[in-house]
């Protein structure tokens, strides 16, 4: 099998949406996503990324033998913040365990140093999913602490975790 990123192609809009139509992956993510998620929904994503600015925004197709599972993507940051990228990312509920975001991210983060002069990448996972923790950590991420309070979902009042890789 092989795992890889690759631009998003609007051909994709079924797969995306029935990966994110799920709410055990909703509620791992920020809030703004549609539930249903319908394959409307997948084509306005897919074609707001592909229009965008190319300098700031890496968005990427997570793909198993070419078929998406995920999406993962690196936002840079602006005003002094600008060589400093937030990571975001998910893959569906059938290719949970099996390592594949751990790869996706040291893939991810490997093309954005060598292709950008972003010397900063950081994620915010909710601290109560530890998978989400165990991948970043797993791919070299440094955990830098505990917001604690700093987000609602779902109607509660949820710590974050900050977690960082520096180009070396």
């Not at 198993?64 to 940051?77: K, M, N, T």
């Amino acid at each position: 099998m092989h795992l890889s990123i690759r631009e998003w192609r609007i051909n994709d809009k079924s797969a995306l949406a029935e990966n994110l139509n799920n709410l055990k992956v909703l509620n791992n993510l920020r809030d703004g996503l549609p539930y249903p998620y319908t394959e409307q929904d997948a084509e306005d994503f897919i074609t707001a990324m592909l229009s965008a600015n190319k300098n700031s925004t890496y968005a990427f197709a997570i793909t198993l033998d070419d078929e998406v599972i995920g999406s993962i993507g690196v936002f840079r940051r602006d005003n002094i913040h600008y060589r400093t990228a937030e990571m975001g990312y998910y893959i569906g509920e059938p290719y949970w365990g099996n390592g594949y975001m751990t790869n996706i991210i040291k893939q991810v983060c490997e093309y954005i140093f060598e292709n950008t002069d972003i010397i900063r990448i950081f994620a915010e996972p909710f601290a109560h999913n530890k998978a989400s923790c165990r991948a970043l950590e797993k791919a070299g991420f440094q955990y830098e602490g505990t917001l604690r309070s700093n987000a609602v979902k779902c109607g509660n009042i949820v710590d974050m975790k900050m977690y960082a890789l520096i180009r070396e």
